[in-house]
């Protein structure tokens, strides 16, 4: 029996080519990156021309199979991790979050859906690309837009050759029928445009790091403990549990990171101010910014952080337990995978954006009430609005909606009031 490999070929041809060549025009970290993501996906096309040629081998065999594709993907992420300080650390991020969508030939009985969940994991990065950039430089507009139409064009020919799961050659058996072409898939501008905030997508790595768990894999594909279930274990959750259709898999990407006994950063790098694993130091300050420059506060623990000045951006990550002072912010504040944060603005802040993060208070001056508050798979959020009297009224912001549909064809959302 031959797989068809002839729509997975396409791809690799064709929008992941031009992703590529896009990734060497922009350089750098992003080139890079580019690079493993072509070697993912032929090595992912090697993979699944050898299902086509043999009966499914035991669930060992298949971790050795599938050690290469596994390599890449951890190598992906890995770029990603090391650049954090980059003015492309949202492209890094935006395919570091997907990327894990090539785990489909692990998924029974529907891959498809999962391609789609990843490609959604993504999408909180690739919209602040097109934010960052559509005015600025075209090129990264359609880096975007290549990315998001290879996954959409794998999930299209994942959903029509393989509907229920990876086919593997059966020894003097034909191959299954399969039910009729499905619709095609949504619009890319739909794709941009849909909100994926109450979609899967935590789980990044987690399909892989449990292939390389060897034989054990199985495990977790007979029972979820109580170990595994996001409601019962804190340190696996980063924001609502969603619905998942396929095998629960731990999810390993979505908590905060835990704090390190790595050295303590405070320094200036050209336009970069790097902050990072700092330890109940209630004294950090920036002094002397200049407008374009960006602060960066990551892995700090019990601290508070003072920034003087008007600056571009502050972009906390990972930190637990965290504070931070701000004059004015030309852009916006940023906020990701964050736990039991606060952060106060005596200026103004035209944004605020909050992603995979549990408690964050924000205290507004009156300067910044025309804010844009952008949150995504994140809870406990309170908004410290200001009154003449000089104290603060606290407003939740929704975290759970609802959704109904009008005249048959568009969907209406609301925020869903706690009334406990």
């Known amino acids: 029996m031959v797989v068809n490999t002839t729509g997975f070929r396409?791809?690799?041809?064709?929008?992941?080519?031009?992703?590529?060549?896009?990734?060497?025009?922009?350089?750098?970290?992003?080139?890079?990156?580019?690079?493993?993501?072509q070697g993912a996906f032929k090595a992912q096309l090697e993979y699944i021309e050898i299902a086509g040629s043999r009966p499914e081998p035991d669930q060992s065999e298949q971790v050795s199979l599938l050690a290469?594709?596994?390599?890449?993907?951890?190598?992906?992420?890995?770029?990603?991790?090391?650049n954090r300080a980059s003015p492309f650390f949202n492209h890094l991020s935006a395919i570091s979050e997907s990327v894990p969508a090539l785990g489909w030939v692990t998924m029974k009985p529907a891959p498809a859906p999962y391609i789609k969940e990843m490609n959604d994991a993504g999408q909180f990065y690739t919209n602040r690309v097109l934010k960052d950039w559509k005015e600025k430089d075209k090129t990264h507009v359609d880096w975007t837009r290549s990315w998001i139409e290879s996954l959409t064009k794998l999930q299209a020919y994942v959903k029509e050759v393989h509907t229920t799961g990876l086919v593997w050659a059966a020894k003097g058996v034909g191959p299954a029928a399969r039910p009729p072409p499905p619709?095609?898939?949504?619009?890319?501008?739909?794709?941009?445009?849909?909100?994926?905030?109450?979609?899967?997508?935590?789980?990044?790595?987690?399909?892989?790091?449990?292939?390389?768990?060897?034989?054990?894999?199985?495990?977790?594909?007979?029972?979820?403990?109580?170990?595994?279930?996001?409601?019962?274990?804190?340190?696996?959750?980063?924001?609502?549990?969603?619905?998942?259709?396929?095998?629960?898999?731990?999810?390993?990407?979505?908590?905060?990171?835990?704090?390190?006994?790595?050295?303590?950063?405070?320094?200036r790098d050209g336009k970069k101010w790097l902050i990072e694993h700092q330890k109940d130091n209630p004294n950090l300050v920036v002094e002397g910014a200049d407008m374009n420059n960006v602060v960066y506060m990551f892995g700090c623990v019990n601290s508070t952080l003072t920034v003087k000045g008007k600056v571009n951006s502050v972009f906390l990550d990972s930190c637990r337990k965290t504070s931070v002072l701000v004059d004015s912010l030309v852009s916006s504040i940023e906020i990701v995978n964050c736990q039991s944060v606060q952060m106060q603005v005596l200026g103004r802040v035209p944004t605020i954006s909050i992603d995979k993060t549990d408690g964050c208070q924000m205290y507004l001056s009156k300067e910044s009430l025309d804010v844009e508050i952008v949150s995504s798979k994140s809870s406990e959020m309170n908004v410290m609005i200001p009154q003449a009297s000089g104290d603060f009224i606290e407003q939740p912001v929704p975290e759970q909606y609802k959704t109904t549909i009008a005249g048959g064809k568009t969907l209406v959302t609301s925020p869903l009031e706690n009334k406990g």
């Not at 041809?13 to 025009?25: A, C, E, I, Q, R």
């Not at 290469?68 to 990603?80: F, G, M």
């Not at 935590?202 to 007979?222: C, H, M, V």
């Open 10 to 37: 396409d791809i690799i041809d064709g929008p992941l080519s031009t992703f590529v060549s896009l990734s060497h025009k922009i350089g750098g970290p992003v080139a890079e990156q580019a690079n493993l993501v």
């Open 68 to 82: 290469p594709l596994s390599t890449y993907i951890q190598q992906i992420q890995s770029v990603r991790d090391k």
């Open 183 to 267: 619709p095609p898939p949504p619009t890319l501008e739909n794709l941009l445009l849909t909100d994926s905030s109450t979609t899967g997508g935590d789980e990044r790595s987690a399909l892989f790091a449990e292939i390389n768990q060897g034989e054990g894999i199985t495990k977790s594909l007979k029972k979820v403990t109580s170990e595994m279930q996001t409601h019962k274990n804190p340190a696996l959750r980063s924001g609502p549990a969603p619905f998942k259709a396929v095998t629960p898999v731990k999810p390993i990407g979505g908590a905060p990171t835990q704090p390190t006994n790595k050295p303590p950063v405070f320094k």
